[in-house]
């Protein structure tokens, strides 16, 4: 039965890798995916995968204010939840994000399921997601210098766009390492307005990511990482990438910084591990290119707690 399922997994994830044939439509709806500064606390916005790799029940709540001093900028709120079942091979999760920008509203609601495979050394874990994203945009809210402009006159419909992602995740002590999919699905507009599901791997976007746990002393450890998104139909390619270094000082005090080399953006990250349970953490983001003449930065707080806690303060979870 376990081997079943794991064969069903790793046929999903690689017939959806395979699949399709190269599609160009210039009415594509590009959905895009909010930016975190501090996703390396909450991975399972990155990969389905991740769900339950911290061997407990996790929350996570993080709140985003995007571009500080523009109007209409975007808020990102997203909750996370995910924890491994009974037999600690199969983990369920689920991630719920609500994003306001302008006059466009938008929610993401995903259901995660992961399959575990124990390593001399480490744990390899298949993800899948499925859920959806809905989006509406309020027209009437706008300021014209024509109301009477026949294109605004009516709100745009409630979009509802299905989607399924996957990934695949690895970690031991000192290692961690993964790669996902977030959609397999892009979306068009018809000649009526709705939006219309279409399969295309010439516009897969590609999440990878990885890291280090590096002693320096007996009280400081070095944590390197790095994220890479990359677009096979977007013609800059790479969306984001990061190059982070937390330092985290007697397995309290976590003092980082992300370098976005692809947006110019220099993150300062402190976060507590308040105790063995409960996490918080601030994030701002500098912009030291060209967006530094419109915004002030951005900002991000996050609160994580861990139910039925396992992992003694002798070996707390890295990754």
Excluded at 86 to 102: E, R
Aim: aromatic content about 14%.
């Amino acid at each position: 039965m376990v081997r079943t399922g794991l064969n069903i997994v790793v046929f999903l994830f690689v017939f959806c890798i395979a699949a399709g044939q190269s599609v160009h439509d210039s009415s594509r709806i590009n959905l895009g995916f909010p930016v975190h500064s501090q996703y390396l606390q909450n991975g399972l916005i990155l990969n389905p995968a991740y769900a339950g790799t911290r061997g407990v029940l996790s929350s996570l709540l993080s709140y985003r204010i995007q571009w500080i001093g523009t109007k209409g900028s975007p808020m990102i709120q997203s909750v996370s939840l995910h924890s491994p079942m009974k037999n600690d091979k199969v983990a369920l999760g689920m991630t719920a994000q609500f994003m306001q920008y302008g006059a466009t509203k938008a929610t993401s609601i995903y259901a995660d399921y992961a399959y575990h495979i124990k390593l001399r050394k480490g744990k390899l874990s298949f993800g899948l997601n499925a859920g959806a994203d809905i989006s509406k945009t309020d027209y009437a809210s706008l300021l014209l210098n024509d109301p009477g402009d026949p294109v605004f006159k009516s709100n745009d419909r409630t979009h509802v766009m299905p989607n399924v992602g996957a990934g695949a995740y690895y970690a031991e002590d000192r290692y961690f390492a993964g790669l996902s999919i977030p959609s397999f699905l892009n979306y068009r507009r018809s000649s009526n307005g709705s939006t219309v599901p279409y399969h295309s791997f010439g516009q897969y976007e590609f999440r990878l990511t990885a890291g280090s746990l590096i002693p320096v002393s007996d009280l400081l450890k070095l944590k390197p990482s790095f994220l890479l998104n990359y677009s096979l139909s977007n013609s800059k390619k790479v969306s984001q990438f990061d190059i982070n270094a937390n330092f985290i000082i007697a397995d309290i005090i976590w003092a980082g910084a992300s370098w976005r080399i692809s947006e110019q953006v220099a993150v300062g990250i402190l976060q507590f591990q308040i105790n063995n349970q409960l996490m918080a953490g601030f994030s701002y983001d500098y912009p030291y290119g060209r967006m530094n003449t419109y915004t002030k930065g951005s900002t991000e707080f996050i609160l994580r707690y861990e139910f039925r806690y396992k992992v003694s303060a002798a070996n707390p979870r890295y990754f």
